[in-house]
């Protein structure tokens, strides 16, 4: 279910919401920033699960869309400035995940948790 500012799952779980046309909510695991929120131009870092190991990138978030159950994420490395998009199916409810979104404020909360 879908309404202009929020897509609510299958089992009845809002799972994304527009606050901003430049910012949203995605409410799942693996979105570790503050009140799990995402803003245009805004860097991130990204962590990719590979079949062999695992990928870190610093990124910024270019633009953001849902389409069908999919939410895209458009990113560009800052580094390389290489550009692609991630998506993910926000019908989707196990713990497995392919990538995952952190801002720099909430890895060093988790960081200080853990000292």
């Given at each position: 279910?879908?309404?202009?500012?929020?897509?609510?799952?299958?089992?009845?779980?809002s799972?994304?919401?527009?606050?901003?046309?430049?910012?949203?909510?995605?409410?799942?695991?693996?979105?570790?920033?503050?009140?799990?929120?995402?803003?245009?131009?805004?860097p991130?870092?990204?962590?990719e699960?590979?079949?062999?190991?695992?990928?870190?990138a610093?990124?910024?978030?270019?633009?953001?869309?849902?389409?069908g159950?999919?939410?895209?994420?458009?990113?560009?490395?800052l580094?390389?400035?290489?550009?692609?998009t991630?998506?993910?199916?926000?019908?989707?409810?196990g713990?497995?995940?392919?990538?995952?979104?952190a801002?720099?404020?909430?890895?060093?909360?988790?960081?200080?948790?853990?000292?």
């Amino acid at each position: 279910m879908m309404n202009v500012n929020e897509y609510i799952n299958s089992s009845g779980r809002s799972v994304l919401r527009y606050f901003s046309p430049d910012s949203l909510m995605i409410d799942m695991p693996f979105i570790l920033t503050k009140s799990k929120m995402l803003t245009r131009k805004m860097p991130y870092m990204l962590l990719e699960k590979k079949v062999a190991g695992e990928c870190i990138a610093a990124i910024r978030l270019v633009d953001f869309y849902e389409k069908g159950g999919i939410i895209f994420l458009d990113v560009q490395e800052l580094i390389t400035d290489r550009t692609y998009t991630l998506s993910w199916n926000v019908e989707y409810l196990g713990d497995w995940w392919l990538w995952s979104l952190a801002d720099f404020q909430t890895l060093e909360m988790i960081a200080l948790r853990k000292q």
